[in-house]
């Protein structure tokens, strides 16, 4: 069991009361060998509401187009019990968690169950301590790789708006779009666009107007920004324990 001061570096984001950090990471299993009053067992029920509203507005705003099936399919890719768990590995949330010694000996630690569980609870020690604001950067950054894998082959989504959120989030600062070339006669011109971000070139893409070319280049910079986020998360975490 590793301190708190390690899933608060993990997960870039330091807790005000850290008491209801300690909370989240204390499963049912120990609070009960220990006869400890509290466990994570109610935070996993706010946590996955919190969740839910997270993906759910993130859609409407990134997705103007789509209908509520859609966005139901969308939604429920991010939030269930595999990708939470996948994320929770990511952030070794396991190491972090007290466990009875039944669980221990079963290998709870590694529990896909009792790790996407976990992991609601920590979104919900995150949204107690500091509001939903502090939750959204949160989602953005240990979601990052499953958001970028689902936009790969995603149709629904509005890439302009997702790559701007994104940048906003990340840089409070908005991506730069450039017309490259315009090719072809007035009735059959073809744009091409390049995306700058801080100057950094991440995405080309062309198309029949402007808003098409933009909408193909915001693609490819928004999986490649979404690969770089989690880059600089990882290069963060390296600086810190070293």
Known sequence: MRGCEGIQQEISYFFK???????????????????????????????????????????????????????????AAVVNEQSLAAVARKLNLGDFLLLGRGEELTGGREKGSLLANSLEALTAAVYLDAGMEACKPFFLRAFSDIIKKISVTSTILDYKT?????????????????????????????????????????????????KEA????????FISFSGAVRSDKSAETGNKNS
């Open 17 to 75: 009361d850290i008491d209801l950090l300690k909370r989240a990471l204390t499963h049912k299993s120990y609070a009960n060998e220990n006869k400890a009053s509290t466990h994570n067992e109610r935070m996993e029920f706010l946590g996955d509401a919190v969740l839910n509203l997270i993906v759910s507005e993130y859609l409407m705003i990134l997705c103007p187009a789509a209908q509520e099936g859609d966005l139901s399919k969308f939604r």
């Open 162 to 210: 997702a790559l701007q959120e994104l940048c906003q989030i990340r840089l409070k600062q908005l991506p730069e779009y450039r017309i490259v070339s315009e090719i072809g006669p007035e009735h059959r011109k073809r744009f091409e666009v390049e995306i700058f971000i801080q100057n950094v070139f991440f995405g080309r893409g062309s198309g029949k107007s402007k």
């Open 214 to 221: 933009e909408q193909c280049a915001a693609k490819e910079a």
